[in-house]
């Protein structure tokens, strides 16, 4: 079992829709949450930490449970800008994990 | 852009050959991490380097290798090159261990064929 999973895709949505990306971990001791995006052929970029009280970055909404070991990122009124590939990431002392991505595709 | 740099930008070697990728780091960021991205999987860590010491390492074998220089530039070297070796290979600096945001270079795309 992969130590950070997440949703396979692809994710094809048509402009303005909401879409939602889910994650899971399995290490309780993980420290740190953040969702990257990543463009075809290019660097992860930081998207946005996750906190447990949940936080919010104009059209993304991040969740952390960390009952669940759980991890989720919801796109609102998507544009064909958002079109890339979202990673989730653990942090254990100072360690990242990746998970392997999940592709959304926007399309007009 | 993070200020990271990454040299070569593509490389094409052949198996049981070594190569040497560079990185050179943000000011001021003492940390670099190295990822291995093969296509369609996410980052995998290799090591991370602090003020010049490895502080971290993935599963990967000994021919992976590391250093990191006193102005915070870092090297990875890999020795006897297979054909799974051909990935991505990312750095990643941040002012710090425990600095939450790392900032990732561009990348270095290695075919060992």
């Known amino acids: 079992r992969k130590e950070v999973e997440q949703d396979p895709g692809p994710f094809n949505v048509p402009e303005g829709a909401t879409v939602a990306f889910n994650c899971t971990y399995s290490n309780s001791a993980s420290q740190s949450f953040f969702w990257y995006r990543q463009d075809c052929r290019k660097e992860p970029k930081l998207l946005m930490s996750?906190?447990?009280s949940g936080n919010e970055d104009g059209r993304f909404t991040a969740q952390l449970n960390r009952a669940s070991q759980y991890i989720s990122l919801l796109i609102r009124d998507s544009k064909l800008s958002d079109s890339a590939t979202y990673l989730c990431?653990?942090?254990?002392?100072?360690?990242?994990?990746f998970g392997d991505g999940t592709t959304l595709t926007v399309k007009p | 852009e993070t200020g990271v740099t990454q040299s070569p930008t593509h490389l094409i070697k052949t198996r049981g050959q070594q190569v040497t990728l560079r990185c050179s780091s943000q000011s001021g960021h003492n940390t670099v991490s190295w990822y291995q991205q093969a296509l369609g999987q996410g980052p995998q860590f290799i090591f991370q380097y602090y003020r010049e010491e490895e502080n971290g390492r993935g599963n990967f074998p000994p021919r992976f290798s590391g250093l990191q220089f006193p102005n915070y530039s870092s090297e990875l070297n890999v020795n006897a090159l297979e054909l799974d070796d051909s990935a991505l290979y990312l750095c990643?600096?941040?002012?710090?261990?425990?600095?939450?945001?790392?900032?990732f270079g561009p990348g270095t795309r290695l075919t060992v064929t």
């Open positions: 990431v653990v942090n254990i002392k100072g360690k990242s994990t």
């Open positions: 996750v906190y447990s």
């Open positions: 990643a600096t941040r002012p710090g261990t425990e600095a939450r945001e790392q900032y």
